[in-house]
């Protein structure tokens, strides 16, 4: 069948492909060629929506982290996922955001902190962190905060302080009170505690809390 000559074709040209990555002599040269490569495999992938489909490893200089993560992890913890990553690898990728020739970081943080603290990790991932791409329509600051509280209440608490700034932050750039709810996970008795508790009173004067109220952009 037409499909089965099709079939073997793509496995010739894999093969050969992988062949000419592994006579790349530098280890650098050859993760940036499988980066590459995956890249083009993911667009033409029919699950390119999901971010998932492509995870590339990038250098960890050029990763960076947010100042408005409210996620925080006590020392034993921290010290626990150094040893993870130690013993069972990278399991799940750094969630980023490209911006600038830079990938600001989502989701994962932590995670890069134990490749900078731990020279087995750094040695082992030749310097490089897995990262994955949000989709290009959440890149807004309002949304890549809005993507990474998502994470964190997925799994954890977080900073009370670190979080009322976030608030405070959508708040400024026009983000209703129904905004905030629906994409930070928040209702409508959390958002009145954090500004009862931190002083955003000011920020939200002349706004009704109420769940009818209209989404802003």
């Not at 955001?97 to 020279?119: K, M, W």
């Not at 009370?160 to 608030?167: K, Y």
């Amino acid at each position: 069948m037409e499909t089965d000559k099709i079939n073997i074709q793509v496995q010739d040209l894999a093969n050969e492909i992988c062949r000419l990555i592994s006579g790349i002599a530098g280890i650098q040269d050859r993760i940036d060629t499988l980066n590459y490569v995956r890249m083009l495999l993911h667009r033409v992938s029919p699950l390119n929506h999901q971010p998932v489909d492509f995870v590339a490893w990038e250098k960890t200089g050029h990763v960076e982290g947010n100042d408005y993560n409210p996620n925080s992890v006590a020392p034993p913890e921290m010290r626990l996922l150094v040893t993870s990553i130690e013993e069972d690898g990278y399991t799940m990728p750094v969630v980023t955001s490209p911006q600038d020739g830079l990938f600001r970081i989502v989701d994962g943080f932590h995670r890069r902190q134990a490749e900078i603290r731990s020279q087995k990790i750094s040695a082992a991932t030749y310097g490089r962190l897995p990262v994955t791409f949000i989709r290009e329509a959440q890149r807004g600051l309002d949304n890549r905060m809005a993507s990474t509280i998502r994470h964190n209440r997925a799994r954890g608490s977080h900073d009370i302080g670190l979080m009322s700034s976030i608030v405070r932050e959508l708040v400024s750039v026009g983000k209703s009170t129904a905004w905030i709810a629906k994409h930070v996970g928040m209702d409508m008795d959390e958002i009145l505690r954090l500004k009862q508790l931190t002083g955003l009173a000011a920020l939200f004067a002349g706004r009704e809390f109420s769940k009818s109220e209209g989404e802003q952009t």
